[in-house]
C-alpha cells in the first residue's frame, strides 16, 4: 500500500481520502480552511453523502491545514470555479502544484480545462479526473465504471491505477483524459435539455412525457439515465463544465451549437417553470439541486425562486438554514401552513409519501406544480390539490 496525499476536502477530496483508506492505503488529506480540519478530525462531517461520514468514522485519515508534502501520491482535488467568461479559475490548482516536490506523483483529480496537464512543469503529472455523482460518490468510488488514467509517462499512470484496485481503467493521454471528462458532463446536459424540451412540447400536443420516456429508455441506444424531465439543470459540475468546454471550443474556432443550445434551453427551462408558478405565498419543496445531498451550488431550485414574486418559503430535509433570503423551515406541514401553491423543486423520495390531504387542509389554495414527477398523482388530486404536472398538458 501507498502513503497518499489529497489536497481539498470538498466532496472529492474527501470522498477520495475516506476510500483510499478503505483499500487500505495511508491516508493524509489537507486544506486550508482550518476549522473544516479542526471538525474533520472530530469526525464531524459536513456534508450529506452515504456512506461517507460511516467511511471516515471507520478508517484513520489524517487531517491537516499543512501541505502533505511526504507521500507517494498527491491527489489535487480543490475547486476550479467558473471565471467571469466561462473559463475555469485554475488559482488554487496552481498554488498546490508549485508546493509538490519533485519525486511525488501529481494526480489532478480536480476539473481543469483541456491542455491543463500539458502546461504544468512537472515530469509525474498524471489526469485521473473524478465521476463522482452526490448522493452516490462513495460508491462510485469503490465501485466505479471506469477510472480513467492519462499521462505521458506510463508508468505513473499504471501506478495510479493500480491504486484502484481491480477496476475497469481506460488509459491514455493527459489532453484524452481531460476532455473525456468535459465529454460526459456536456454529453449528459444535451440529454437533460433534450428530456426538457421534449417535455414542454408534450403539455403542448398532449402528449405524456413518461410514456415517451419510457418508450425512449428501453432503446438500448439511447438508454434510461437522464430521461426525467425536471426544473433545469444545475449543482457543481454540469454549469461549470458545460461552460469550461464551450470556452474551450471557442478559443480553439470550433462552433460547438450543440452544447450552446443546452445551455440556453436550460436558461429558457428555468424561466418557463418560473412562468407555471403563480400566487403570492409560495413554498418551494426542495432547495438543492438534486437529492442525496445538501449542495446548493447552481441550484436550479434557487434559480427559479429568484425568479419569483411574493413571499417565498422552503422545506428541504437537508438545509436547515435561511437560503439567499428565502425562510427554510423545519417541516413540510410548517410550509403548506397559509400557502397559495406549493411547488416540487427537488427530487427527495419522501416528497411521494407526503400527508397531501394535512397540506391541502393547511393551504389557501391547495396546488401543487410538480417539476419532477415524483408525487403521486391519484392521492394528490383525491386530496384535493389542483395539480401541474411538467411534461403534461393542462392540469391534471
Not at 477530496?13 to 487500505?24: D, E, K
Not at 509525474?124 to 473524478?130: K, Q
Not at 428530456?195 to 400536443?205: M, Q, R, S, W
Amino acid at each position: 500500500m501507498h502513503r497518499i496525499g489529497v489536497v481539498g476536502a470538498g466532496y472529492v477530496g474527501l470522498t477520495t481520502a475516506a476510500c483510499f483508506a478503505h483499500l487500505g492505503h495511508d491516508v493524509v488529506c489537507a486544506d486550508v480552511d482550518e476549522s473544516k480540519i479542526e471538525r474533520l478530525r472530530r469526525n464531524e462531517v459536513d456534508l450529506v453523502e452515504p456512506g461517507l461520514a460511516e467511511l471516515l468514522e471507520r478508517h484513520d485519515v489524517e487531517f491537516t491545514a499543512v501541505f502533505p508534502s511526504d507521500v507517494d501520491f498527491l491527489f489535487v482535488c480543490v475547486p476550479t470555479p467558473s471565471g467571469d467568461h466561462g473559463e475555469a479559475d485554475l488559482t488554487a490548482v496552481h498554488d498546490v502544484v508549485a508546493q509538490v516536490p519533485e519525486n511525488t506523483v501529481l494526480v489532478l483529480k480536480s476539473t481543469v480545462p483541456v491542455g491543463t496537464a500539458r502546461g504544468i512543469a512537472h515530469r509525474l503529472t498524471v489526469s485521473n479526473p473524478e465521476f463522482l455523482r452526490e448522493g452516490h460518490a462513495v460508491e462510485d468510488f469503490l465501485r466505479p465504471q471506469r477510472v480513467v488514467v492519462g499521462s505521458t509517462d506510463e508508468n505513473a499512470a499504471r501506478s495510479v491505477a493500480g491504486l484502484y484496485g481491480d477496476v475497469p481503467v481506460v488509459l491514455t493521454d493527459n489532453t484524452t483524459a481531460e476532455l473525456i471528462k468535459y465529454a460526459c458532463n456536456s454529453f449528459l446536459a444535451v440529454k437533460l435539455s433534450f428530456v426538457n424540451t421534449l417535455a414542454e412540447l408534450c403539455e403542448h400536443v398532449g402528449a405524456d412525457i413518461d410514456g415517451v420516456t419510457e418508450g425512449m429508455r428501453l432503446d438500448e441506444r439511447i438508454g434510461a439515465a437522464f430521461l426525467r424531465p425536471g426544473p433545469g439543470w444545475g449543482g457543481s459540475c454540469l454549469p461549470k463544465d458545460t461552460r469550461a468546454l464551450l470556452t474551450t471550443a471557442r478559443d480553439q474556432d470550433v462552433d460547438f451549437a450543440t452544447l450552446r443550445a443546452a445551455v440556453d434551453t436550460n436558461d429558457h427551462q428555468v424561466r418557463r417553470i418560473a412562468d407555471k408558478i403563480e400566487g403570492n405565498r409560495i413554498g418551494l419543496l426542495g432547495l438543492t439541486f438534486k437529492a442525496g445531498t445538501n449542495d446548493l451550488r447552481d441550484s436550479p431550485a434557487l434559480a427559479i425562486a429568484r425568479l419569483l414574486d411574493g413571499d417565498v418559503s422552503a422545506y428541504d430535509p437537508a438545509i436547515t438554514h435561511d437560503v439567499d433570503g428565502i425562510t427554510v423551515v423545519s417541516t413540510p406541514e410548517e410550509l403548506a401552513d397559509g400557502r397559495d401553491v406549493l411547488v416540487v423543486l427537488t427530487e427527495w423520495p419522501e416528497f411521494a409519501e407526503l400527508d397531501w390531504p394535512a397540506l391541502a387542509d393547511r393551504m389557501t389554495t391547495p396546488v401543487l406544480v410538480d417539476t419532477r414527477g415524483v408525487v403521486p398523482v391519484d392521492k394528490v388530486r383525491e386530496a384535493g390539490f389542483r395539480l401541474v404536472s411538467v411534461g403534461h398538458a393542462g392540469i391534471v
